[in-house]
């Protein structure tokens, strides 16, 4: 999955905005909207703006113990219906009532648990949100490589201490920019495979820094994957003294 489960309900409100918005789609939380019946505020407003028209999504947070009514449904359809949106969901972090489900058949509302809200959305976060992210490894890439004569041309002008620390680093960090380049090629992988460790040859010596691997949400795995190639694009540079 993309996140965490929340917290609290001000934590799955900012959550289900912020998978929206990294998604693709234009969101904000606690919006005021017009109905033919008056203002109404709504948890999590986002409007997808690469469809024609523009797609209008509703949310509405739940992170209840127990699990939401019909009558919580019948209220928010009413609304998603007088505002005329085209989508409206309540994400709940418990669940819902057997007789929710009957209040939200024939209507553009969707009842979704946390996970399968995430599920909905996985596919174009990974597109817009994980593969921008992973760009800022470019240059450790080009470090890496096994053959890049420019680079190399560059660091046949060292002197031999900066040689020997660069190959040093090429052999450190070989692995986490290979990593970087099986996912930019096949960003999908990125879903199917985590946690890496459990997809890596058990032999103990994995080359990837343990928090890296043993990463479950997405989110979790971009944040660590760029501190460590920030960090090595640094020591890099550090040797050629500028970005080679």
């Known amino acids: 999955m993309i996140k965490r489960p929340p917290i609290d309900w001000k934590d799955l409100q900012n959550q289900v905005s912020d998978v929206l918005s990294k998604s693709g789609l234009a969101s904000e939380t606690n919006k005021a909207v017009k109905t033919v019946r008056g203002s109404v505020n709504i948890d999590v407003y986002a409007e997808d703006n690469t469809t024609q028209p523009t797609t209008t999504y509703l949310c509405e947070c739940k992170h209840w113990r127990e699990n939401v009514t019909k009558t919580i449904v019948h209220a928010f359809r009413t609304v998603v219906l007088d505002y005329g949106a ?13 007789g929710a489900y009957e209040a939200a058949e024939k209507s553009p509302i969707r009842l979704l648990t946390w996970d399968e809200f995430q599920e909905l959305f996985v596919d174009r976060w990974i597109q817009n949100y994980l593969t921008s992210r992973l760009n800022i490894a470019d240059p450790l890439i080009e470090y890496t490589e096994p053959i890049n004569s420019r680079i190399f041309r560059k660091a046949g002008k060292l002197n031999v201490d900066k040689q020997n620390r660069f190959k040093e680093l090429c052999e450190k960090y070989y692995k986490l920019g290979f990593l970087a380049i099986s996912f930019l090629v096949s960003p999908a992988r990125a879903r199917e495979n985590l946690p890496l460790r459990n997809n890596l040859l058990n032999n103990g010596d994995y080359g990837l820094p343990d928090d890296l691997i043993d990463a479950t949400y997405l989110q979790d795995f971009v944040d660590i994957y760029c501190r460590y190639a920030i960090e090595a694009i640094v020591e890099f540079d550090l040797v050629f003294g500028e970005r080679a």
């Not at 085209?86 to 057997?98: D, E, V």
């Open 86 to 98: 085209n989508w409206g969901f309540i994400i709940s972090s418990s669940g819902f009532q057997s």
